[in-house]
T-cell receptor
Framework: AQKVTQAQTEISVVEKEDVTLDCVYE???????LFWYKQPPSGELVFLIR??????QNEISGRYSWNFQKSTSSFNFTITASQVVDSAVYFC?????????????FGDGTTLTVKP | DAGVIQSPRHEVTEMGQEVTLRCKPI?????LFWYRQTMMRGLELLIY????????DSGMPEDRFSAKMPNASFSTLKIQPSEPRDSAVYFC???????????FGSGTRLTVV
């Protein structure tokens, strides 16, 4: 069975603080994919990033960075110098070819509030 | 591409009425998913299709819910009869496959009174 755990239900920070959203996953498959999605207060769900299990390179996109560590089964998301516009619910997800191919398992989400 | 298109954006209906939600996936995406989101239960997968064939409908709450995908460019989620506890935001999403993320539609906010 696959599982994604986002232990932080809610996080509140003040603007310009750095914040890390944790994601821990479980899978028996050796080939899998990890994703992050953002759901701002407007409600739409937006795909942010995909990583495959063979690529442990960290990725940086502007103020966003992702740290993938197979040794700890984690795929954490860091926002540097947070802004009010980063306030959203963030979901981590996992998919693999061998378990329910095509379908992603989502975490419960972390609600991030960035205060001015 | 216009993305995943859902209609209507908002639906208010009376208890007992039939409700039909519609979704047009992105062309070329082989997978289509229906999700429901509420404050209490979060994001729930209701059903998903691969190449128009239902693969897993274990998330459909009860027989009042049904979903169809008659062709690659159209899917419906029907609730008959609707109940107040069905009030939620229903999302449709499509994906090219396992290695890819989902593209979600804007959602349909359903209110059953």
């Amino acid at each position: 069975a696959q599982k994604v755990t986002q232990a932080q239900t809610e996080i509140s920070v003040v603007e310009k603080e750095d914040v890390t959203l944790d994601c821990v996953y479980e899978t028996r498959d050796t080939t899998y994919y990890l994703f992050w999605y953002k759901q701002p207060p407007s409600g739409e769900l937006v795909f942010l990033i995909r990583r495959n299990s063979f690529d442990e390179q960290n990725e940086i996109s502007g103020r966003y960075s992702w740290n993938f560590q197979k040794s700890t089964s984690s795929f954490n998301f860091t926002i540097t110098a947070s802004q009010v516009v980063d306030s959203a619910v963030y979901f981590c997800a996992l998919s693999s070819f061998n378990t329910n191919a095509g379908k992603s398992t989502f975490g419960d989400g972390t609600t991030l509030t960035v205060k001015p | 591409d216009a993305g995943v298109i859902q209609s209507p954006r908002h639906e208010v209906t009376e208890m007992g009425q039939e409700v039909t939600l519609r979704c047009k996936p992105i062309s070329g995406h082989d997978y289509l998913f229906w999700y429901r989101q509420t404050m209490m239960r979060g994001l729930e997968l209701l059903i998903y299709f691969n190449n128009n064939v239902p693969i897993d409908d274990s998330g459909m709450p009860e027989d009042r819910f049904s979903a169809k995908m008659p062709n690659a460019s159209f899917s419906t989620l029907k609730i008959q009869p609707s109940e107040p506890r069905d009030s939620a935001v229903y999302f449709c999403a499509s994906s090219p496959g396992t290695a890819y993320g989902y593209t979600f539609g804007s959602g349909t906010r359903l209110t059953v009174v």
